[in-house]
């Protein structure tokens, strides 16, 4: 063992400094850069990371001309008779430079991780910024900066290169620990060497080991928890505890968006009655209520809720996503993981409640929700269910004027999905603000929604009640998501009777025929089967082939004549499993009425 022992505590003293200097410098830049999206990133990002790839010596060279005598620091600290170079403050700055690579880069991991949903519904609940920084990004990115500050501070206590460049050599003043191993080497003292190397090395690991130690008590601590919490809480109905009270209710919206797929452009206004956004993938379903939000912002229009202007692109008015009181479910429902139920309600209460007035309203809405005794509770120990309705909970706990459902549904199994849809339609029945309901299944719109905006492409295609849509679709397109499977091309004949050209027929029909008549189609559950092949709009068909459902059957059947195969077929009929086991052994050809009343002409 060496009787002089300075490199131990320069050393310390010097990676320390630099730990305490990264961590902050390295998490701001970090956390700054995840969002900037200027053209110099990529020149940022370089300048940030070129101590990890660059040799030491160029590093501690580069510093040198930076902070030595004749460079722009040296010669700013001349007159204060200070200087850096050759001094412990040079050796902790070497340090600091080349760890900083290590925080940066690990902690713009830890940041990049975490769900934007979670950061995005944070504001539609109306948390500033600095609010979200250090509720819900710090903590959840923590694992990762602590492994960050484990690794900088490793490299700080491992650095030679540049700290010889800058600080040099002196025992006593700036001689770190890798110094003295290195010159032990050349002066032939292998016990001297071996101690330090042996030092440094359990100074470092036992840092690394630590955290992965502390890591894994978190993840055994958290595994004990779902084991002793996983019991299933009853699923209750929903009851909306928030009423929103306005003048003048009502949301309007105009607006445009240039996305790289298509072009949305939708015009609509609702008011109380919730409206629900029908459309297959990829028609702007999602991209609405991201502007009405604030996550996005729209390339022209406007977008008016009870009188309040939330944007204008002529008069420059975009309102911040934490201003505009909407209240937004997400399909994940992004529930603060590092949160319990209780603070995740009371993050979306109103600010500037006392902790009283806090704890009760929070009461309320575990109580409204039927989540009573779970206000301790982490996401991560609640069912699917019971974590929708804490999202919801969440959303209402913030009064919004507005609350958007984006697919609340879709991560639910079929069982849970059926019960919630009730729950959730008592809701909205209660609710009495702005109501906006995001699906792809038309049979679940049908349910929660009086109205519906039907969407493709990023267009609005037909926008009614529901009876009407389904009723009376306007377009092929609207049909096909509403359900229908038969159609047929067609043109007007006389008055009430029309030709389908692919079904080979002339049809009496009872609607009025639209002078843009193209197509004239039928449910596959609206088909009637009988035996008086005299009535109006019946005709013979065969049966091609069957597709079997739980309750139902398909049946796939061609018009006039036996088929040629399998694909020969031009209508499909939906019938109960009892009516087919009547009629599936009758003689061929079978006769089908296409009842009047049920056509629709579509334009």
């Known amino acids: 063992m060496p009787q002089d022992l300075s490199p131990l505590w320069i050393s310390l003293k010097t990676s320390l400094l630099a730990t305490f200097i990264t961590f902050f410098v390295g998490i701001a830049a970090a956390y700054w850069m995840l969002g900037y999206r200027g053209k110099a990133k990529s020149l940022i990002e370089s300048i940030f990371v070129a101590p990890l790839i660059l040799p030491p010596t160029v590093v501690g060279f580069l510093l040198l001309l930076f902070f030595g005598k004749n460079g722009p620091v040296g010669k700013l600290m001349e007159p204060f008779d200070f200087t850096i170079v050759f001094t412990w403050y040079g050796a902790a700055i070497a340090a600091t430079v080349v760890s900083f690579p290590l925080m940066y880069k690990t902690a713009l991991g830890a940041f990049a991780q975490i769900d934007l949903n979670l950061l995005r519904v944070a504001r539609t609940l109306g948390a500033s910024e600095s609010t979200i920084f250090w509720r819900i990004s710090l903590p959840l990115a923590l694992p990762g900066i602590l492994a960050a500050t484990t690794l900088a501070f490793a490299r700080a206590l491992g650095e030679f290169g540049a700290t010889l460049m800058l600080a040099g050599n002196i025992p006593g003043q700036t001689q770190t620990i890798p110094m003295a191993i290195y010159f032990a080497v050349e002066a032939g003292a292998m016990n001297e060497a071996w101690f330090w190397a042996i030092a440094i090395m359990i100074i470092s690991l036992s840092g690394i080991i630590a955290v992965n130690f502390w890591q894994e008590i978190k993840a055994k601590q958290g595994e004990k928890i779902r084991k002793r919490q996983n019991r299933q809480a009853p699923q209750p109905s929903l009851i909306s505890a928030v009423a929103v009270a306005s003048a003048e209710v009502g949301l309007f919206v105009d607006i445009e968006k240039t996305l790289p797929s298509f072009h949305l452009q939708v015009s609509f206004s609702t008011n109380e009655q919730a409206l629900g956004l029908l459309g297959g993938s990829g028609a702007g379903k999602s991209m609405i209520l991201r502007c009405l939000a604030g996550i996005e912002t729209p390339t ?68 409204a929700m039927q989540l009573q005794g779970l206000g301790d509770r982490y996401p991560h120990q609640l069912s699917g269910g019971q974590q929708q309705r804490v999202a919801l909970a969440r959303a209402l706990a913030s009064q919004p004027e507005a609350l958007l459902l984006d697919e609340p549904f879709s991560a639910l199994d079929t069982h849970l999905r059926s019960q919630l849809e009730q729950q959730m339609t008592d809701t909205l029945a209660d609710y009495q603000g702005v109501a906006l309901f995001v699906t792809h299944n038309m049979e679940e719109a049908y349910r929660i929604c009086p109205n519906l905006l039907v969407l493709e492409q990023g267009q609005a295609v037909h926008y009614g009640s529901k009876y009407d849509i389904f009723e009376h679709p306007a377009t092929v397109s609207v049909a096909q998501l509403t359900g229908c499977k038969n159609f047929s091309r067609a043109v007007s004949q006389e008055v009430q009777q029309i030709q389908a050209l692919d079904w080979g027929c002339n049809l009496e029909v009872l609607e009025p025929i639209p002078p843009e008549l193209t197509h004239v189609g039928i449910r596959a559950h609206q088909i009637i089967f009988c035996d008086d092949s005299s009535a109006a709009n019946t005709f013979a068909c065969w049966l091609v082939r069957i597709s079997e459902t739980p309750h139902r059957m398909t049946l796939f059947l061609k018009l006039h004549n036996p088929p040629n195969n399998l694909q020969d077929y031009d209508l499909q009929a939906e019938v109960f499993k009892e009516k087919w086991v009547q009629m599936k052994d009758s003689a061929f050809p079978w006769y089908v009425r296409l009842d009047p009343i049920r056509l629709m002409l579509m334009g």
């Open 300 to 367: 022209k229009g406007r977008i008016v809720l009870n009188g309040r202007v939330l944007f204008d692109s002529e008069k420059g008015i975009n309102v911040p996503s934490r201003d505009r009181r909407i209240g937004f479910l997400v399909q994940n429902y992004a529930l603060f993981p590092n949160m319990t139920v209780a603070e995740n309600i009371a993050f979306g209460l109103p600010k500037g409640l006392s902790t009283g007035t806090m704890r009760v309203q929070i009461e309320d809405q575990l109580i």
